[in-house]
């Protein structure tokens, strides 16, 4: 405790990190309030009670209340989530994108501008959707002129919460969109652990107690796969003299066991809804579509998560593929001088680095959808629904993913503070005090 305690006045001691932190709440604060403000002409009162269900109740989950709200930020940030997803695939796809992505900070700059442009129409597209869910009761005069300012105002307040992350990143301590998403999810966890424990009652204080334990566990499973990597060790040749000798020191290339982070989850989702959809169509007239209806569109079904794995397994592959290019990492470790020991440079390099990444690619898929499908398990042991999406899935995964990138963060400010308090008690300083006594 002394320890934690300790650390936590060392991290305000340093004022640069400080202000960081304290902009950091001040944003955050700003975005938790947006997300109360209900949309003009509609009536609070008669928006419907329960929170959203389906997609939207995982949409809704991922912005802490703001899509049943129906606030000014009632999409959030999502719509620029998915402007990047279309300009990730867009980068594999053609080939002018191609070339952005390796012209390095000036490509990344031209790529994140047509993002921000690609959000504009996405946002308006999807706020179309959105005025249909709002209860027909909710809306004091509904008609053109409420649908074009609703569009504008959540268009806008899209486009704040994208300045909203900028300026956490700049001002803050980073990750500023991973990091209003985060805040959205955590907002919705003190309610559902309150919910909980008021539906087990006193009864079930000990039953309450083992779902606790199981989250801690589930969230140290997720850590597990979040940091877990297979390091593959790697050689430079180093010039002494006239000659090249092997540098001593071997270095490692990290592969992630999980490389794909949440998007195969998040793709996956976005099929899921799909059978259901299509079922709706035809069930009137065939038994069938009815019964794939009404298993697709409950997510407790064996049948919808046995789909929903086996997708997740593949787009893990899929994602990994794309994002992980071995023929780069190759001909990079090449042009350094590097080298895998015991495999030549070049194409057995890339075969080298695609088997090691295959290998570990599908225990990772595998444990990716497991904690995929844990809520739905978690619901059927009796958890609450609000509770039991904690127990895995994109909440969670984004949750833990954010946290160890901010401790990151926080980490290497400690760092740097250390390095400067050792260069003041070393040898330049005695140094420089003995020159100036000398004069």
């Known amino acids: ?37 209900v949309l003009p002409g509609v009536d609070a009162t008669r928006l419907k009670t329960g929170g959203a269900s389906g997609v939207f109740g995982i949409l809704d989950t991922l912005l802490g209340g703001a899509f049943s709200n129906a606030s000014i930020f009632a999409l959030g940030i999502m719509p620029y989530i998915s402007a990047s997803i ?27 501008q047509y993002t921000r442009i690609l959000t504009i129409p996405i946002v308006m597209a999807q706020s179309v959707g959105f005025i249909a869910t709002i209860n027909a009761d909710a809306i004091i005069s509904p008609g053109t002129f409420f649908t074009i300012t609703t569009m504008l105002i959540i268009t806008a307040g899209t486009l704040f919460c994208m300045w909203l992350g900028e300026k956490i990143t700049d001002k803050g301590i ?27 009652g006193m009864r079930g204080s000990l039953i309450f107690l083992i779902e606790l334990v199981v989250l801690f566990l589930v969230v140290m499973a997720v850590i597990v796969l979040t940091q877990a990597v297979r390091r593959i060790p790697v ?4 010039q002494v003299g006239s000659t090249a000798q092997l540098n001593a020191q071997r270095q490692f290339i990290p592969m992630k066991v999980n490389a794909a982070g949440v998007m195969p989850i998040i793709f996956a989702q976005s099929l899921m809804f799909v ?19 009404v298993k697709f569109s409950d997510y407790t079904s064996w049948q919808y998560n046995l789909v929903f794995a086996t997708l997740i397994i593949v787009f893990t592959y899929f994602y990994t593929a794309i994002s992980v290019n071995p023929n780069q990492i190759a001909d990079d470790l090449k042009r350094s001088g590097g080298f895998v020991p015991g495999v030549k440079p070049g194409r057995d390099t890339s075969e080298y680095i695609d088997e090691v990444l295959t290998h570990i690619t599908l225990p990772g898929a595998v444990a990716l959808a497991l ?39 926080v980490e290497s400010y400690l760092l740097m503070r250390h390095y400067d308090g050792m260069m003041k008690t070393g040898k330049l300083r005695g140094r420089s005090q003995n020159i100036a006594m000398a004069s």
């Open 235 to 238: 050689q430079y040749a180093k």
């Open 86 to 112: 279309v300009l990730q695939l867009l980068t594999i796809a053609v080939p002018y994108f191609q070339k952005l992505q390796k012209e390095g900070e000036s490509g990344r700059k031209k790529i994140n």
């Open 275 to 293: 059978p259901a959809i299509l079922a709706s169509v035809w069930q009137n007239d065939s038994e069938t579509a009815s019964y794939i209806g």
């Open 371 to 409: 904690i995929a499908i844990f809520p739905s398990l978690a619901l059927l042991a009796g958890v609450t629904r609000p509770f039991s999406a904690f127990y895995g899935g994109t909440s969670l995964i984004i949750m833990v993913g954010v946290v160890l990138d901010t401790l990151n963060q």
């Open 1 to 37: 405790m002394n320890k934690f305690i300790t650390t936590i006045k060392n991290i305000f001691a340093i004022e640069d990190l400080r202000m960081r932190i304290f902009n950091t709440l001040f944003f955050i604060a700003i975005y938790r309030l947006g997300s109360f403000v």
């Open 174 to 200: 980073g990750n500023g969109i991973s990091m209003i998403i985060m805040i959205g999810i955590v907002s919705r966890l003190p309610g559902a652990i309150i919910g909980e424990a008021a539906a087990k």
